[in-house]
């Protein structure tokens, strides 16, 4: 039977078939079991996290609510102290190395040279590598006894000493030096993309001003780079934030507390002094503070888009 009202045979157009509203839920239920996951066991946790910062929990979460005594307890402690600055020399020296040296990279692989296409995947290859890997390979590096010390003393230099990993002074740096081997490929990758992103013609006509090439890349190529460079600084500062691995596998926090940061303190004190609720306060800080790093450039990006 035809239909001859139009408002019926417009709501006939409008109601989607059955092989239509299958095709726009097939999407939606295939993911519901990783979004209820996710819901669960990330901010699930995360809150759960913030609710145990309030508590007296000790070996075992508890429900015994203190205020913010937890966190005036971790702002006293020497031992958070210790970790905090040595997060701070180690992030500054990360990512202030990591960025010269990807940019340096990015540089020289911009001009075209033969072998980019060898030399790209060399450079990128310690990104591939976890950090307990890069840890442990880089403990056997320095160590005094079978590292780099030992091979000089076999290969007669007798007075050369490289003792840092061993030195409470220093370790730190030992980390630091870990850390930008594996880090810098990445950033330089980030880079490459943003020259290779400039437009040529820009270039040419500034050139044909009479601009040197410091005068290019100071002026106009720099300037350009500053979403690479934004993007950079946001993910090297959440890896230095969250560094527990790289730490554990070169140092184990020491000599001492040498080499403590607030990542293995929060361990330290949640899973081997039974102070649950310390350990709560000191990983919601480290939370507030990449939200304080993640807002600002999640801001800027979206203000950018509009």
């Not at 002094?273 to 979206?302: C, F, H, K």
């Amino acid at each position: 039977m035809q239909i001859t009202d139009p408002a019926v045979r417009h709501t006939a157009r409008a109601r989607p078939d059955y092989r239509t509203r299958l095709q726009n839920w097939i999407p939606k239920l295939v993911l519901s079991p990783s979004l209820a996951l996710i819901l669960v066991f990330v901010y699930g946790f995360i809150f759960f996290t913030v609710y145990l910062s309030f508590t007296d929990s000790r070996l075992l979460p508890t429900f015994g609510w203190v205020g913010f005594e937890n966190y005036e307890k971790l702002f006293r402690l020497r031992h958070w102290d210790i970790a905090v600055t040595n997060l701070v020399i180690f992030s500054g020296l990360y990512i202030v190395l990591c960025t010269a040296i990807g940019l340096m990279l990015a540089i020289f692989l911009d001009q075209k040279i033969r072998g980019e296409s060898v030399l790209r995947p060399i450079f990128l290859y310690p990104m591939a590598l976890s950090f307990i890997v890069t840890g442990t390979a880089w403990k056997w590096f320095l160590d005094p006894g079978i590292g780099l010390e030992h091979t000089m003393h076999l290969w007669g230099w007798e007075s050369f000493s490289f003792d840092w990993i061993k030195n409470r002074d220093f370790a730190i740096y030992t980390v630091v030096l870990a850390a930008v081997w594996q880090s810098s490929g990445f950033v330089m990758a980030m880079f490459l993309a943003g020259l290779r992103g400039i437009d040529n013609e820009m270039l040419k006509a500034a050139q044909m001003d009479g601009a040197s090439n410091w005068q290019l890349y100071r002026r106009i190529i720099i300037p350009q780079l500053r979403p690479a460079f934004l993007s950079a600084f946001v993910i090297l500062s959440h890896l230095a934030i969250k560094s527990y691995d790289l730490v554990v596998a070169l140092t184990g926090g020491g000599p001492g507390r040498a080499t403590e940061v607030p990542a293995t303190f929060m361990y330290s004190y949640t899973f081997t002094r039974n102070q649950m609720g310390i350990g709560a306060s000191s990983a919601v800080i480290m939370l507030l503070t990449i939200v304080a790093i993640m807002v600002p450039y999640l801001y800027s990006e979206l203000r950018e888009k509009k």
